[in-house]
């Protein structure tokens, strides 16, 4: 990040998805190699005051001791976030309703005051069944209402909300900040341009949304430069790979989709039996192997012996001459990570090994040493996003060749993490 560290603060009611959207960008922003912490209030204040300030009463805002103890909650909560953020952390993301224009100037001298950058994120829900949907979610799991009647733990929340928005004040114009509506109907932004990752975070946050989608990755089918064992190029599909292409358009046979492709020919020529939308994405392309492009790793490994002993050291890091490291890849990818986000039907990603390893560690949190070694073969497709978790798997194949056998959605092995190669 730079010199500078960065305050996320989450603005909205209650019931409108704050948490939910924090959990969302710390994985996105981590995927990308940033250190990220959330810091919610709530936790605090249950840590601090026990179970029972879960109750609607706590946050009256006419009973003044009820509110000293949560100014004094947030300053606990955001003091700790201000230690994190010296002591090495990039992105610390405050998780409160922060409803307030006091609450927010507070938090905003505060970040000025250490140096730190500021963000506010405003999520703004008017939605009837998205907020009964949360409301239902807070009741059943929220530790708050546990071991509690399910309609007397509905009535209180009410009352709580109730407190809230006879405080709400939204954000204004002059504080950097992001307005996300209605998860993924409408986001505004007003901030420095100069803060090129706030515009980023904008578009994650603004693709993000509700909808109840399945998410697909898999490879080309063979090339001749598979057979060959030789990396990059743009080769075309082989017999085998054309059958492989067949196949997986009549696997996903009858499902609402879209077919995201790299503009690489084999991809294209693996999507094209599919009579969905099908749109082809640069930023899919397989990872840029410079001077290495079109050769085998044994020629690699004899005309340039210090690049191969370099990407054997670290392969995560390692950075072709002329060419990309996975870590340059993953700065490519995340274009293409919004858009999948932002779809509202189901997703097919056909694309590269190195490029379905970093979209495979979007969704599958995975270690950034061991992004390299994830199993990712050809005639196998997984799946990483399931039906609205947030973060599942499973894995099915599709077997290749001429009359070879289909899959079944929802089957198959796991994976591996490492396969070399």
Not at 163 to 170: F, L, R
Not at 222 to 239: H, P, Q, V, W, Y
Not at 398 to 416: K, L, M
Request: aromatic residues 10%.
């Amino acid at each position: 990040m730079g010199e500078r560290k960065l305050v996320v603060i989450m603005v909205g009611l209650p019931a409108r998805g704050k948490t939910f959207l924090s959990l969302r960008l710390k994985r996105y922003l981590e995927w990308q190699g940033y250190g990220v912490m959330i810091f919610n209030a709530g936790r605090y204040r249950r840590d601090i005051l026990g179970m029972g300030s879960s109750r609607s009463e706590f946050f009256d805002p006419l009973v003044k001791r009820f509110a000293k103890e949560r100014e004094r909650i947030a300053e606990r909560c955001f003091g700790d976030l201000t230690e994190w953020l010296r002591a090495g952390g990039d992105v610390g993301i405050y998780d409160a309703t922060n409803v307030t224009r006091a609450r927010r100037e507070y938090l905003r001298g505060e970040s000025v005051a250490n140096g730190f950058d500021h963000l506010f994120v405003e999520n703004i829900c008017d939605s009837p069944e998205v907020i009964e949907e949360i409301i239902k979610i807070k009741i059943t799991r929220s530790v708050d209402y546990r071991d509690k009647d399910m309609e007397a733990a509905k009535r209180d929340f009410l009352e709580r909300m109730r407190h809230y928005e006879s405080v709400y004040e939204p954000v204004d114009e002059d504080f950097p900040h992001i307005k996300v509506f209605n998860f993924g109907e409408k986001v505004t932004r007003r901030f420095d341009p100069r803060h090129i990752l706030f515009d980023e975070m904008a578009d994650f946050l603004g693709g993000i949304n509700l909808a109840k989608k399945e998410v697909y990755i898999t490879r080309h089918g063979e090339t001749f430069f598979n057979l060959e064992d030789r990396i990059g190029g743009d080769s075309a599909l082989t017999e085998s790979g054309v059958e492989y292409a067949r196949e997986l358009s009549r696997f996903f046979h009858g499902m609402d989709l879209v077919v995201f492709t790299s503009r690489k020919k084999r991809t294209v020529e693996t999507g094209r039996f599919f009579d969905c939308e099908r749109v082809e994405l640069e930023e899919l392309n397989e990872i840029d192997s410079g001077i290495c492009d079109s050769m085998t790793y044994e020629e690699i490994k004899l005309k340039h012996p210090e690049i191969h002993r370099s990407r054997s050291l670290d392969k995560f890091n390692f950075r072709y001459p002329r060419g990309e490291s996975y870590r340059d890849l993953i700065q490519r990818v995340k274009k293409a990570v919004v858009r999948i986000e932002s779809q509202r039907r189901d997703v097919l990603v056909i694309a590269h090994r190195a490029v379905n390893r970093c979209l495979f560690s979007y969704f599958i949190p995975t270690p950034s040493r061991d992004i390299p070694y994830i199993e990712m073969p050809l005639n196998r497709i997984v799946r990483v996003y399931h039906r609205g978790a947030l973060y599942d798997h499973e894995v099915s194949s599709v077997e290749g060749g001429v009359g070879g056998a289909g899959g079944q959605r929802g089957g198959g092995r796991g994976v591996s993490p490492r396969d070399r190669g």
